[in-house]
């Protein structure tokens, strides 16, 4: 079996694969590093950092219009928790 499957989770699950309790060995072992490597990257593409900004443009505006408004956010009450 390709060690790609026993490493990444999802296709563990695919193919029914429980390594709990289990030993595992590895031929050809120099190859792992580079396949954990690639399985927790991922690729941001400019739209991907485009819709970024502007879900951030948009949280700016409605926190700039609360703080006009001069209604206090919850999470930043000043309330004592003194009893």
């Not at 026993?6 to 563990?12: G, M």
């Not at 429980?18 to 072992?29: C, Q, Y």
């Not at 443009?57 to 009893?83: C, I, N, Y």
């Amino acid at each position: 079996m390709p060690y790609n499957y026993l490493l990444d989770a999802k296709s563990r699950r695919a193919h029914n694969i429980d390594l709990k309790g289990t030993v595992v060995i590895f031929d050809e072992a120099h190859n792992v590093e580079k396949m954990c490597e690639e399985s927790a990257s991922f690729d941001l593409t400019p739209h991907d950092l485009a819709s970024g900004l502007d879900i951030i443009d948009q949280v700016l505006e409605e926190q700039t219009k609360t703080a006009q408004q001069g209604e206090p956010h919850p999470e930043f009450s000043a309330d004592s928790t003194s009893p």
